[in-house]
């Protein structure tokens, strides 16, 4: 979206005056419980952390030293506020938020039921903001420069995000991320979602989603045939997150899979979001496969082990740290910053 007046950019180095990468989507004010083990009726404090996969994305970018920014829509209120102060905080460029009158920006709240249990209830009534970003809106300019760009397949569950998202992978002609992020809860008709994912997958290079999501867009419950089915649309790179099985990852003449990292999980929501802010810095770092893999997937760990998102994401040292403790393809030091 064309940049709000007087809003500060996110430091630029380089002078380019462009964000390296531009995330595009949801944005959420996660109240999360303090209390672990508990249901949702009995829980008594909560804390207040910024939300939203594609934002959440961005933040880990700009943790591991990236210039990122985030193309999204909040409610003109509180909260919409909150986000803009929060993204921020965390060093990402926030021009690109804008707000919309008479919607308020959605919340979500978790129920935290370690290892592996963790409801999510959306509450994006009566319509989420994030999903009234117009294409005519859109800094296609930027959209162009950037050198990566992150776009999900919840932009492509409404109009107009739908039209603006397929407008934005279309402008870029880089380093173009789809999401898979399958959020059935928000989506009307689930039979809709497939066709509108092989529409957007004409416009990516890469694809990255859990086995639930590329079986979803593909039909493959398998994950070496999902992702195949994927690079059947001309992909350059699949990414299949496999959870406790770690990552499988395809390109049209290799395959390299990674072993997850033992870790005790405390909140699992966020892990996929800094996996993927980790994704794209190894990408831009022009990193090798297996090294690129081997960090995101440790940087997921990390936050995996922590209550928040946002808040959790990890440090390029944290990630390497952890990955020497595990002899997992640890990072040589002259190489932790491209």
């Not at 319509?127 to 950037?146: F, N, R, S």
């Not at 070496?224 to 350059?236: I, M, N, P, S, T």
Request: glycine share 8%.
């Amino acid at each position: 979206m064309t940049p709000e007046p007087n809003r500060p950019a996110a430091p630029d180095p380089d002078g380019a005056g462009v964000p390296e990468l531009i995330t595009m989507g949801r944005v959420v004010v996660d109240l999360y419980p303090h209390q672990s083990g508990v249901p949702l009726e009995d829980v008594e404090t909560f804390g207040k952390y910024l939300g939203g996969s594609p934002t959440n994305v961005a933040v880990a970018a700009a943790r591991l030293g990236r210039r990122a920014a985030v193309i999204t829509r909040t409610g003109d209120d509180p909260f919409g506020r909150f986000v803009h102060k929060a993204l921020r905080r965390y060093g990402v460029d926030d021009r690109y938020v804008t707000s919309v009158p008479g919607l308020p920006t959605p919340l979500s709240f978790c129920e935290i039921f370690p290892p592996d249990d963790f409801p999510l209830y959306f509450y994006r009534y009566p319509k989420a903001p994030d999903l009234v970003i117009h294409p005519h809106e859109l800094d296609l300019e930027a959209i162009t420069k950037t050198k990566l760009l992150w776009a999900t397949v919840t932009g492509l569950s409404a109009e107009p995000s739908r039209t603006a998202t397929i407008a934005a992978l279309e402008a870029h002609p880089q380093t173009t991320v789809l999401d898979l992020d399958w959020r059935p809860t928000l989506w009307a008709d689930r039979s809709e979602a497939r066709p509108r994912v092989h529409e957007a997958l004409k416009h990516a290079s890469v694809a990255v989603g859990n086995q639930e999501e590329c079986e979803l867009a593909t039909g493959e419950r398998d994950p070496h045939r999902a992702a195949q089915a994927l690079l059947d649309h001309g992909l350059a790179l699949v990414v299949v997150k496999r959870g406790p099985d770690g990552v499988l990852a395809m390109t049209q003449d290799r395959t390299a899979e990674v072993a997850p990292v033992p870790i005790e999980v405390v909140n699992g929501l966020g892990a996929g979001d800094a996996f993927g802010g980790a994704l794209c810095h190894g990408l831009l770092a022009g990193w090798g496969l297996e090294r690129v893999l081997a960090f995101a997937n440790a940087a997921g760990a990390i936050v995996a082990s922590r209550l928040s998102c946002a808040e959790a994401m990890p440090t390029a040292d944290e990630v390497d740290d952890l990955l020497s403790e595990q002899s997992l393809l640890p990072v040589p030091p002259a190489e932790k910053q491209p």
